[in-house]
């Protein structure tokens, strides 16, 4: 795995996406099933920074999907509020289509509504994000993003909303009974340019580290890299050279 708002939700946009999500045919019965997982972790890492500023995070998320690969969630954690925009909590409602491209291949498109909630926020920091992703099984994810309105910082002062994209990839291998192998790396691309900051400039961010499933139990732990000229364009402190846990259990 490479990754351990006071904005409105977009809730227009996100019912025109599940509109072009749901290509499933209409006389597939749409029966649902519900679930979701609560974790905990000592260092909330998210493409490359610590948003909870090396201290611990709870997080909880919830979801439902139906027989036709179409799902939808909500998934929330705990943050630092000294970083912008002073939030207590991040949250994402997402929604999507997964396609089923063979007995061990599939791909997923989810669309990614992310803001923040409660605490002294003096900004709007929130964003949409379209996503695709192609899978082999659990052992190995590629996946992209485009975010059209992120908020960009440049040396810790906030320059304005622009594009930005995002790929990485991540798998898990098999080592011994429950015990695996992880890794991932991903690069993080901003466009827009002002006399303060570069233009199109992105940075490099991974992981290594180990994880143990037992039942509906599973613990991560990993080592964080994040390509220095990071610190520039986040207003996070950046997770390189971090080792962190995270604790799961799926319901």
Known sequence: MV???RSKPSHAGLFCAWIALC???AHTTLAASAGG???VTNNYIYRGFSESDGHGAVQLDLHASTNAG???GAWGSTRDHDF???ANYDVDLYLGQRFALSAAWNATVTAIDHFYVAGPQ???NGYQELSAAVSYLDRWTFSVAAIPNVVRYSDYHRAGRYPAYVADTSGQWLIANGFFLTGGIGYYYFTGSSAHQQANTGYAYGNVGLAHEWRAWRLDVGFFMTQYRA????PYRLADDRVAGTLSWRF
């Not at 610190?231 to 986040?234: A, G, N, Q």
């Open 37 to 39: 997982s609560i974790s």
């Open 70 to 72: 179409t799902f939808v």
């Open 84 to 86: 912008a925009p002073r």
């Open 3 to 5: 990754h351990s708002r």
């Open 231 to 234: 610190e520039r364009l986040v």
């Open 122 to 124: 003096r900004h709007s």
């Open 23 to 25: 290509v499933a045919p």
